[in-house]
């Protein structure tokens, strides 16, 4: 019934979002960018006014709002309570420095992981985050890891024009109780420091059965 699901995990601004687009584009999956879906949240938890460091009125305003993932173009979008979130909306500063603590409360990761869990039945799917290996499809035998060093990540996100703290949010993401961010088991480990985009997606490719 549900479609295979290539997962790829890693820290912050490892490349693996650039990796997992094409690659899906490659294999004609689904692209599933799940950062984009804790940003939405957090991104709504910002917007209702509501403090990101409290869980509790996180859990509550978590409960009442509504994620959606219609997949456009081969990729997902996210929707709060209908509306789409832009880049913009998504990568703004206030919900870099506040998306790991929405991110860490229970609530909202079992609500977004049954949203995840629902996407396999759509199509393939290139699914790209922290637990996707481990907690969302961790029976998928397609999985893998894309780390780089410190400072190619804290490079990368600069060039992006970022000034987000990319170790403060590994740390929260690390550390957390529930779901932390591992190598799952079984995951193919890439390290992406000095690999070009093409390099790193001919190594995904040539570890996937045809
Ligand atoms: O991938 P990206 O850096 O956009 O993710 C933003 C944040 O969302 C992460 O720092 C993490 O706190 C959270 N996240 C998560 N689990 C995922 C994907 C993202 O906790 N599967």
Redesign the pocket.
């Known amino acids: 019934p549900d479609h295979p699901v290539i997962t790829i995990d890693g820290p ?2 490892s490349g693996k ?1 650039s990796v997992a687009r094409l690659v899906a584009r490659q294999r004609g999956a689904i692209y599933v ?4 879906m ?2 939405a949240m957090t991104w709504a938890v910002l917007d209702a006014g509501i403090d990101p460091a409290d869980a509790d009125a996180v859990r509550a305003a978590a409960a009442t709002l509504q994620i959606q993932s219609p997949v456009v173009e081969g990729q997902t979008q996210v929707q709060v309570n209908g509306r789409t979130l832009t880049d913009a909306d998504l990568n703004s500063d206030p919900v870099n420095r506040a ?2 603590h929405v ?1 860490r409360v229970p609530e909202v ?1 079992d609500l977004l992981v049954a949203a995840q869990r629902a996407l396999a039945a759509i199509g393939p799917l290139v699914m ?5 290996g481990s907690v ?1 499809f961790p029976d998928s035998p397609l999985k893998f890891y894309i780390d780089a060093s410190e400072e190619v990540r804290a490079a990368r996100r600069s060039a992006q024009g970022h000034t987000d703290q990319v170790a403060e ?1 590994d740390r ?2 690390s550390t957390r109780k529930t ?1 932390p961010l591992v190598v799952p088991q079984g995951a193919i480990v890439i390290d992406n420091s000095h690999l070009t985009l093409e390099q790193a997606v001919q190594q995904v490719l040539s570890k996937l059965p045809n």
Not at 33 to 36: A, C, E, L, M, R
Not at 128 to 132: A, F, N, T
Request: glycine share 8%; charged share 30%.
């Open positions: 912050a601004a979002s960018n799940t950062g984009n804790y940003r998306v790991s991110a990761r790209e985050g922290r637990d996707i969302v949010r929260l993401d779901s």
